[in-house]
């Protein structure tokens, strides 16, 4: 659950990127492809949401418990409210990507900034934000996550939010590393030489370099925010407002002897998205690390 | 004699304590052993007691003893030890449990009981009226209701060891049901005297007087009790041991009691969704009795200082799109009766049936907000609102869902919002920041004590939860819930409520719905466990395994 | 003896750089609840159903909650001066028993799913390594990115329906038989039939975590040059794997694994709640939910320590897989 925001295999490839021949690489990863074709697939039908299944997804449309194509006008049966299934888990979608891809932009800027500012610089304002990123990374992220929507409402933002500030610290350790080792490196002293801020060179000197990592995780941060989400909903701390495949488990999780459909159908859309992210996240990695490719 | 232990363990369901005719005896001796063969790896996984009851609860208690406290979940254990004054049939008619007699006075205005004789504290201690009057003393300062049920009382007095005298100032017709072991439980004077009621360790190792001794709490876990030998009430109890087990999941409730590793619940301890399956399974049974001590009312109050809401065509087109049927139906899964009243069906002498005035007609509901002025401003949606519900049950959270599809039907934009009760709790009596909110109120054992709070213009105190939420003032019913609460004779006293439920049904502050239906689940080997009012959370001296 | 000197500066060093952090983590932490919406007494009083503003007050003084916030924060620093974690007014009881009541159940599922999914992800990514690229690799990576990919409760409840449910062979719920008197090996086993469950769902997304990382670091330590000259010297390719490779990717696993054990408590929250578990993680969110701030301060405290406990083994166990880490 909330715990994948801190593993990754990446931390361990501080390895500059391949520079050339990067688009064939990309596509010669036949579970990269698959990866994309799903999150593919699954954005599209999140953006086409609206076009697919009009209408309030929440609305109590047809009887309820109806399982999946009892009835031709709800393939994929109604949950214990009445509410389709199908309506839900496409709307779903788009919160779940939402929610996936805000949190990790949000845990991205807090990360990259308190690590570039922190790797770049040294010294004492290294030692306090090295303080301060263990700090968060000590308190049980999922219970942070917990109070932070306490304090706040469980609504999107406020989810999103807490994700964002409960998973900066993996993103800060390893873009600190990053400046740490590029800080060195000939073209900062140029850039150095040359007179440049230190703002321009941590943003467009460094920080470019420094990327190829950072992108690898954060496909995985992705992966993290959405289950992290489903966590939540799945104790009744979601955002009652929208449906996620989070809040649909957890609703149907009561019914998870009778009516089993209403947990499976949008855990496997969970695992599916999931496990597409996972897939890019490992295909990223396989091409940005060179060494690995000469296997 | 080994075998034969482990044989009884096996069946579950040992004998009686007392003997078994000898055909009986060899025939479950051999019966045993066959089990024991075939069992006898997971041997070690049952019950080594075959006396043992096992409930269930959702959370852990706060306290063992309802007195500074009466969470659910404290009233569920707390009479097992601690027990009351009084017991109740079903019909809320009073029996004798610590006291065996008892007499009010023509003017209503003096109580006294005779106490029973030769009962021991579990320390061994005696228990005398001297008790009861610390008791009602500490209750009316500390108990979350205390200060309003004992409000007229003037004095406790003590003529003799056995003997106890509550005066009033005023009749308290209400009284006499409020002497039940949850609501005002009696404590052993010497443990209290002198101390600070809610930190005395008491709560978390209770000594009572009641037909099981406390024996260990396993914090987050569970709660074990043994049988009293020395009960009054002997040869009660009837089971060795009760244990109180936590579990906060109602699907992992549902398997337990297929598993049989819990034997009972109440307040409908499992899933709704789950009740139909469970009731086709041949060990479990299902109770309705042993409820009627606390009807529940689920209703959807307004907040009448909202802008919307001050209008009272507002609120009667809000009535007409809310269709009942489907809220007893599909949000409860039929486990509801339907009520137009702030009075629970339940309490049949007070209950108003008639229907409300705003029937389920949603072109009447648009017709009045038409009337209002608040017609639709982009062809839909007429304005927008937010609900809150109060978090504390599950069905909570879905009617809040259905009012939301309902009200979306004539043009009002509703969204939810969740939270926590704490938050919920807040938002509602103290901040006062809401437009409208799904809550429950019990009733509790009578209108005056349940529901009077509810609409009395003095019950509109900010920061106290569970009092005038809807901010509802009518002199009116202020005089009618004021008379009725020392009103002496029963037949005007419900002729005062007649009154007051016709008023608020058509003033409508707040929308009644529905009272859930609570059930009690057990195991069919466990008899006689709803033989009270408060079912469960009485004292179960009478429940036995069989 | 060397690695004796090595513990104790590990140690000291240890915890001269936690002490701020968990200063820290205690005055944020406490700020940061002032402002969750609501006290304990609203939430004594919702549950109860009833109140008088007199009970109310009660409820606040008895709780401390009439005195400003920083008066709160100063008492609560004084009581941890003094060793306390001070008193939980809604349980009646000090929070050290509340957490040491619940602290075995705890450590006996994080530990045991940590043992689970190291060994069990080493193992797979040693396998996964050794046949890289071909088909075995494949498939295992596919399985143990499913692992990866499905969420941990979800996988609870799916194993309650197949082994409790349906076979009936582990039970569903709980730490223990409840009113067995069992006593030594009776009890051990109880305990240990209703630990499978959790600590298979909790253990889950961590071994696909450590697989994958065993595969990768292994791969790339195949690369050096110390297993180069390993495999001039003639060593079996078994042995090279074993004693040069494995060893030497341990230390990223390990580092990363010890990184998680704190996260370990707040995922449990969830595995806890599937089973019923009496663990922290339970309690920190019942805290949360009862404003019960002294309990989730205490938990916050205890889990912070045991992170930086494991970070002192993980360091030791480094320098016992290799000798040329130095202390930094």
């Not at chain 2, 009795?289 to 109050?301: P, Q």
């Amino acid at each position: 659950m909330s715990t994948n925001m801190t593993s990754l295999p990446v931390t361990l490839l501080a390895v500059p990127a391949a520079k050339n021949g990067r688009l064939s690489a990309f596509l010669r990863q036949p579970t990269f492809v698959a990866g994309l074709l799903i999150l593919g697939v699954v954005m599209t039908l999140a953006c086409v949401a609206d076009l697919l299944y009009p209408g309030d997804p929440q609305d109590l449309v047809g009887p309820p418990l109806l399982w999946p194509f009892q009835k031709t006008e709800f393939q994929l049966g109604t949950d214990s409210l009445g509410r389709d299934i199908a309506a839900g888990l496409v709307h779903g979608a788009r919160v779940s990507l939402i929610i996936g891809f805000s949190a990790a932009s949000i845990g991205l800027l807090i990360g990259t900034l308190v690590g570039a500012v922190g790797g770049y610089f040294g010294g004492l304002a290294d030692n306090v934000l090295v303080r301060v990123t263990e700090l968060f990374q000590t308190v049980p992220a999922f219970l942070l996550v917990v109070v932070i929507v306490a304090i706040g409402e469980p609504s999107l933002k406020v989810i999103a939010l807490a994700i964002g500030i409960a998973s900066w610290p993996t993103i800060a350790r390893l873009v600190r590393a990053q400046f740490r080792s590029l800080r060195e490196q000939d073209f900062v002293m140029a850039a150095r030489s040359l007179g440049y801020s230190d703002t321009r060179i941590i943003f467009v000197e460094i920080l470019p370099n420094a990327l190829p990592p950072v992108v690898v995780t954060a496909s995985v941060m992705v992966a993290g925010a959405i289950l992290t989400e489903t966590g939540l909903s799945f104790l009744n701390m979601g955002d009652p407002n929208v449906v996620s495949w989070g809040s649909m488990i957890g609703d149907g999780r009561e019914m998870l002897r009778t009516a089993w459909f209403l947990t499976a159908l949008p855990g496997t859309a969970t695992a599916l998205t999931v496990l597409a992210l996972n897939l890019i996240g490992d295909g990223l990695n396989e091409i940005f690390n060179p060494r690995m490719r000469e296997r | 004699m080994t075998i034969e232990r482990i044989g009884q363990r096996q069946n579950g369901c040992g004998p009686a304590r007392g003997s078994l005719p000898e055909s009986r005896r060899t025939t479950r001796w051999i019966k045993s052993v066959l089990a024991s063969t075939v069992l006898c790896a997971g041997a070690w996984l049952t019950p080594a007691h075959a006396e043992t009851a096992t409930m269930v609860l959702a959370t852990e208690p706060p306290t063992l003893v309802s007195l500074t406290n009466v969470a659910t979940t404290a009233l569920a254990v707390s009479g097992k030890v601690t027990e009351g004054l009084l017991e109740y049939n079903e019909d809320l008619s009073p029996e004798p449990l610590l006291a065996t007699s008892w007499n009010i006075s023509p003017d209503g205005k003096e109580y006294s009981f005779k106490l029973r004789e030769g009962v021991r504290w579990h320390d061994g201690k005696p228990f005398t009226a001297a008790d009861a009057a610390f008791s009602i003393n500490l209750l009316k300062k500390v108990h979350p209701r205390g200060r309003s049920t004992f409000a007229n009382v003037t004095s406790v007095e003590v003529p003799d060891p056995q003997t106890l005298v509550i005066k009033l100032s005023q009749p308290a017709p209400y009284l006499i049901k409020a002497f039940a072991s949850t609501e005002t439980p009696i404590v052993p004077k010497h443990l209290y005297e002198g101390t600070d009621a809610a930190s005395n360790p008491n709560g978390n190792t209770p000594i009572g007087t009641g037909p099981f001794k406390f024996k260990e709490w396993q914090r987050g876990n569970y709660i074990v009790y043994e049988r009293n030998p020395d009960y009054w009430g002997k040869p009660d109890p009837k089971i060795d041991r009760l244990v109180v087990k936590f579990i906060p999941d109602a699907a992992a409730r549902s398997i337990a009691f297929e598993s049989g590793s819990v034997d009972f619940g109440y307040r409908t301890p499992v899933a709704l969704s789950d009740l139909d399956r469970l009731k086709s399974l041949p060990n479990l049974k299902f109770e309705t009795k042993g409820a009627s001590y606390s009807y529940n009312v689920t209703r959807l109050e307004f907040n009448l200082d909202n802008q919307y809401f001050r209008d009272k065509r507002v609120r009667e087109a809000v009535a007409h799109a809310i269709d009942r049927k489907v809220i007893v139906n599909t949000i409860h899964y039929g486990y509801a009766t339907i009520t137009y009243s702030p009075i629970a069906p339940g309490l049949k002498e007070f209950h108003d049936p008639t229907p409300s005035p705003y029937a389920y007609d949603l072109k009447a509901a648009a017709k009045l907000l038409d009337e209002a002025g608040l017609k639709p401003t982009d062809g839909k949606t007429r304005f927008r609102l937010t609900l809150d519900f109060n978090p504390i049950t599950t069905e909570g959270r879905r009617l809040a869902e259905y009012i939301r599809a309902s009200l979306a039907r004539i043009g009002i934009a509703v969204d939810l919002r969740a939270q926590d009760i704490s938050a919920f709790v807040k938002r509602i009596y103290t901040d006062r920041d809401f437009d409208f909110a799904v809550n429950g109120a019990s009733n509790l054992f009578d209108p005056t004590v349940g529901v009077q709070r509810l609409y009395w213009s003095k019950s509109f105190v900010k920061g106290v939860p569970f009092s005038n939420a809807t901010h509802y003032s009518n002199p009116e019913v202020d005089r009618l819930l004021e008379q009725a609460a020392v009103e002496n004779d029963p037949k005007t006293r419900v002729g005062l409520f007649k009154k007051f439920q016709d008023i608020v049904a058509e003033d409508i502050p707040d929308l009644n719905l529905v009272s859930p239906t609570f059930l009690t689940l057990h195991n069919a080997k466990i008899h006689d466990l709803a033989t009270t009012a408060d079912g469960a959370e009485g004292n179960l001296a009478h429940l036995y395994v069989k | 003896m060397r690695l004796l000197s090595r513990a104790g500066k590990s140690l000291s060093r240890t915890a001269i750089q936690a002490l701020p952090v968990v200063l820290g983590i205690v005055v944020l932490n406490f700020l940061l609840l002032q402002l969750v919406p609501g006290d304990a007494a609203d939430v004594i009083a919702g549950e109860s159903g009833s109140a008088t503003a007199e009970t109310m007050a009660a409820l606040r003084k008895q709780f401390g909650l009439d005195q400003p916030v920083l008066i709160q924060l100063a008492n609560y620093l004084d009581h941890l001066a003094h060793l306390s974690l001070g008193f939980s007014p809604r349980y009646n009881t000090p929070v050290g028993d509340l957490i040491m009541s619940r602290l075995p159940f705890t450590l006996l599922l994080m530990l045991s799913a940590f043992v689970l999914s190291l060994v069990v992800g080493i193992a797979f990514g040693a396998f996964m390594a050794a046949f890289a690229r071909r088909w075995p690799d494949r498939a295992l990576s596919l399985f143990v990115l499913i692992l990866y990919s499905a969420p941990g409760f979800w996988v609870g409840l799916m194993i309650i329906v197949l082994f409790s449910v349906k076979l009936g062979w582990l039970p569903s719920g709980g730490a223990m038989t409840v009113g067995a008197d069992l006593t030594g090996l009776a009890r051990m086993g109880d305990l240990l039939t209703h630990l499978v469950l959790p600590s298979i769902s909790l253990a889950c997304f961590f071994t696909a975590v450590y697989a994958r990382l065993t595969r990768s670091a292994m791969l790339e330590v195949e690369r050096q040059d110390f297993v180069r000259a390993a495999e001039a010297k003639g060593l079996g390719p078994f042995a090279i794997q074993m004693r040069h490779v494995l060893r030497n990717a341990l230390i990223p696993v390990t580092t990363v694994a010890g990184l998680h054990l704190g996260n370990l408590l707040g995922g449990a929250i969830v595995v806890e709640t599937v089973f019923g578990w009496p663990g922290m993680g339970r309690l920190a969110l019942d805290a949360v939910m009862a404003r019960d701030f002294n309990v989730l301060l205490g938990v916050l405290l205890l889990s912070s320590f045991v992170v930086i406990v494991a970070n002192v083994l993980i360091d030791l166990l480094h320098a016992w897989l290799d000798p040329r880490i130095e202390s930094v």
